[in-house]
């Protein structure tokens, strides 16, 4: 299965629905153009430029399309950077959550996680660097995007945690705390994993040795956390 978060963003047919062939060629079309918009975003952003210096028309030139033709996607230039942010934020979801129904022992969910994380960033790393740069200095309606992604991450571990029985003493309220504290622990390691020098095998294993070290401290802080 694809982890391309632009997979995520084509928009799904309606169950059911009768298209005409000339229906759905349009609808092809429109969603390629939809996808050269945000690739074209997340390619300016590569060659250094910041998310809040893009204009629209630097956009759809280097997508190749009319200006015109961006109002038919996006309302602004914020919905377009939403859009990068569910993109990424959906699939790296599901693959996390299909970790954690795996029912493998707590260490090495704990490992496979972070593994399964970082080659997503490495693969993703312009979602990411787009990411990183928001989360700090973004718009705050992106901002503000982030952190509700951050928090359904969160609940969702949290969920997941207590469907399997882990940490069964922590009160829904310290669990939901301790998974955000996961998910921040997470969003900063991507900056490290953006950084790993290219080919080079034992800072990557020395980096992802320190983020599992990190995420079993903040575990083994919660198994000793004991309410006032």
């Not at 990411?131 to 200095?137: C, S, V």
Request: charged share 25%; aromatic share 6%; glycine share 6%.
């Amino acid at each position: 299965m694809s982890t391309d978060p632009a997979a995520v963003a084509r928009n799904k047919p309606t169950r059911g629905s009768a298209s005409t062939p000339v229906t759905s060629k349009r609808s092809e079309r429109k969603q390629r153009t939809r996808e050269h918009l945000l690739d074209s975003a997340l390619g300016l952003m590569e060659a250094g430029r910041g998310f809040s210096s893009l204009s629209l028309r630097e956009i759809t030139r280097e997508a190749g399309v009319a200006p015109a033709a961006f109002y038919r996607h996006f309302s602004d230039l914020d919905e377009l950077g939403l859009a990068l942010v569910e993109a990424c934020g959906l699939t790296l979801r599901r693959l996390l959550r299909e970790v954690r129904r795996q029912e493998l022992p707590p260490t090495q969910m704990l490992r496979s996680s972070v593994v399964i994380y970082k080659d997503y960033v490495k693969a993703n790393h312009r979602y990411f660097r787009f990411a990183a740069g928001a989360r700090g200095g973004g718009s705050p309606s992106i901002r503000k995007a982030i952190r509700i992604e951050e928090a359904h991450f969160a609940h969702e571990m949290a969920q997941d945690m207590r469907d399997l029985d882990m940490l069964p003493q922590l009160p829904m309220d310290a669990l939901q705390v301790m998974c955000g504290l996961v998910v921040t622990t997470m969003m900063n390691a991507a900056s490290d994993i953006l950084d790993l020098p290219a080919g080079n095998a034992q800072a990557e294993k020395e980096m992802t040795e320190t983020f599992v070290m990190q995420l079993r401290l903040v575990f083994l802080g919660a198994r000793s956390w004991q309410p006032r």
